[in-house]
């Protein structure tokens, strides 16, 4: 019997193998260890990806944060922290509301298409009831926090990235041309009293 | 007295020792000592290349004479490798790696622990100095045309060495833990949010929780100091073995290693050792004497080397006014911020440092060195210089409508150097090369 082993360990075989049935035994033996030692290379990846994910215990501490809004004036802007994201809450007033139509042509998405936000937020004024505004409050761009510019200086957005330039108006909605492709997003929440929102629950 | 005691038995079997006379006593024991000496290292050269490294690398490595100062970057850059990697080890016995505590860390290394300052001061211009040198470095390689054949894969590992030392600063920046810190990698791990589909997945497996935060901190710091110094240390030495495999170009881009002399020495050359040697010692002290300079009087470089706002502690609620990111990264930043389109910004950014990658295929000209180019790559070559200090500027700045549009025309010239490579190398007029180095 003729040593396979060393056929397939060097390019020169010791003993040449006799027939074409032995040559196609062994390439097909030899490949099969490469294709699985490939695979189990790969399979072995797998526990060092997966540990990069967020673990149970940090996804736990992304829960719903109750927000007391009782005592809110009017124009008054209030951050509060979800998930590790400043979360803003906005009592508007009267005057910033109907101020919401006047630039609707410069806006790229006034009817709130894109899926940024619950669908009982799906409205002309971005929120549950129209007096309160909550927002993620990070650029779409990639993840600053806009400035909140109430009286609006120079720009016509209420809100400035200062990182890329984005603005985004008194609903969240992104003006044309900048670079943030959608308009900021509002989380889930929900009115659990008549002043108490509860942030990260429908 | 030297190798007196290289073999534990010397002076047992010195005959020499009870003569009295000293002189030659201490001649002979001498004589005896570097023969032990010589034996030891033929033991060791029999069994580790010693000499044969030696005379590859060094002693009977041809270099073009005619190499100038723009040849001593990759020694220097050696040199700030090694900088970098004594002083990270030192930050490293003080700093910690936590949301609470880096902070803190290192006001501590600054104030409390001896000599403190000067490891992160070393450490922060080390980086800077990196960046100049390696850009420098880069630059020599498109003015002389060393990435053309046979060197294309030398110049490949020279860019993923690029990429990694990129990689390595973003990585080292978030570890102080300040604003900049912060909110710089906030934006770069959104990055990842462009790709279709996984994106969002993509980004919380990098961050490993919602936001930046614990998690992230750690294992970037893992990153920083164990896993890409590996890398870089193996591709450096894949880099310098690949260089000395195929020869070192020179400015004038003349291929020294076809005309030799009758015992196969390159006519145009001379060994490294000693003249180049010697050569790349002087560039690296006076480089050494500059990075001093600003290591001791200038170590923030007014902003440009330690950010003011990097001296605020990171607050997720809050971005500052004004964010900009390091220095040598900021030609890069202000593409992507000239591009309203959050896909196409991130697109452009990347294919900037990639299209680097395919200069050798792009070059289409039978000469190699700008000596010889004709008047297109000239005017090419400025632009791409020009138009990355420009962008390296408007992306320190904060934007304005007319540097966007700055920034848009010199993304423009950037580009352009590289995708109409192909057709102005081809269609100019070259120079004639001569075969050998002018004198």
Request: aromatic letters at 14%.
């Amino acid at each position: 019997m003729a040593d396979y082993t060393s056929i397939d360990l060097v390019d020169q075989p010791a003993t040449p193998p006799s027939s074409s049935l032995e040559i196609h035994r062994n390439r097909l033996l030899l490949n099969g260890v490469r294709v699985l030692g490939g695979v189990g290379a790969l399979c072995a990846l797998t526990p060092f990806i997966a540990s990069w994910n967020p673990t149970d215990a940090t996804k736990k501490t992304g829960g719903p944060v109750q927000v007391d809004l009782s005592q809110m004036q009017p124009g008054q802007k209030m951050t509060v922290e979800w998930r590790g994201k400043p979360i803003w809450i906005i009592r508007r007033t009267p005057a910033m509301l109907a101020q919401l139509e006047q630039d609707e042509q410069l806006l790229r998405d006034p009817e709130s298409r894109e899926q940024q936000q619950p669908q009982a937020a799906q409205n002309h004024f971005r929120s549950i009831k129209p007096e309160y505004l909550v927002l993620v409050g990070l650029c779409t761009h990639l993840g600053c926090s806009p400035v909140y510019k109430p009286n609006g200086e120079a720009i016509p957005g209420r809100f400035f990235c200062p990182c890329h330039g984005s603005q985004f108006d008194m609903a969240g909605r992104v003006y044309k041309h900048v670079p943030a492709p959608t308009n900021l997003e509002v989380p889930p929440y929900r009115f659990i009293q008549e002043h108490v929102i509860e942030i990260g629950a429908i | 007295m030297s190798g007196a005691g290289n073999s534990p038995r010397d002076g047992l079997q010195d005959p020499e020792r009870v003569s009295g006379d000293k002189a030659t006593h201490i001649k002979r024991r001498e004589r005896h000592g570097q023969r032990t000496l010589k034996k030891l290292f033929k033991w060791l050269d029999t069994r580790l290349p010693i000499m044969n490294t030696w005379k590859r690398y060094a002693s009977d490595y041809y270099v073009p004479n005619n190499l100038n100062l723009y040849y001593c970057l990759g020694a220097i850059a050696l040199v700030v490798l090694f900088n970098q990697l004594l002083s990270g080890i030192w930050l490293t016995m003080f700093y910690t790696p936590t949301i609470a505590g880096a902070f803190d860390s290192i006001e501590i290394i600054m104030r409390e622990v001896h000599f403190g300052w000067l490891f992160r001061y070393l450490h922060s211009t080390g980086a800077s100095a990196f960046f100049i040198v390696l850009y420098l470095h880069l630059f020599r390689g498109l003015l002389y045309g060393s990435y053309q054949k046979p060197r294309e894969f030398v110049w490949i590992l020279g860019m993923l060495l690029l990429m990694l030392i990129l990689a390595e600063a973003f990585f080292g920046y978030l570890l102080p833990w300040g604003q900049m810190s912060y909110w710089g990698a906030q934006v770069m791990t959104s990055l990842l949010g462009v790709i279709p589909y996984v994106g969002d997945t993509l980004v919380a497996w990098v961050r490993g929780d919602y936001g930046v935060g614990q998690t992230t901190l750690q294992r970037f710091f893992a990153l920083h100091v164990i896993a890409i110094p590996l890398l870089i240390l193996l591709f450096v030495w894949l880099h310098i073995v690949a260089l000395h495999h195929v020869g070192s170009n020179n400015p004038e881009g003349i291929d020294i290693y076809r005309i030799r002399d009758k015992k196969g020495r390159p006519l145009d050359g001379m060994p490294f050792y000693p003249v180049y040697f010697i050569k790349d010692f002087l560039a690296v002290l006076l480089f050494l004497t500059l990075f001093c300079v600003v290591v001791f009087f200038y170590p923030d470089a007014g902003g440009l080397f330690l950010e003011p706002n990097n001296f605020i502690p990171a607050n997720r609620l809050l971005t500052p006014d004004h964010i900009s990111p390091a220095w040598y990264m900021t030609p890069f930043y202000a593409m992507l911020r000239a591009i309203p389109h959050k896909t196409g910004g991130v697109l452009v950014m990347c294919s900037a440092v990639l299209l680097l990658f395919l200069v050798p295929w792009l070059d289409k000209s039978p000469v190699r060195s700008m000596r010889y180019k004709g008047m297109y790559s000239k005017f090419a070559l400025a632009g791409l210089v020009g138009s990355f200090f420009i962008l390296g500027y408007f992306g320190l700045t904060e934007m304005t409508s007319w540097r966007q549009w700055g920034a848009r025309f010199c993304t423009l010239v950037y580009f352009g150097y590289f995708l109409f490579m192909p057709i102005y190398t081809r269609v100019e007029r070259c120079a004639r090369v001569p075969d050998r180095i002018p004198v």
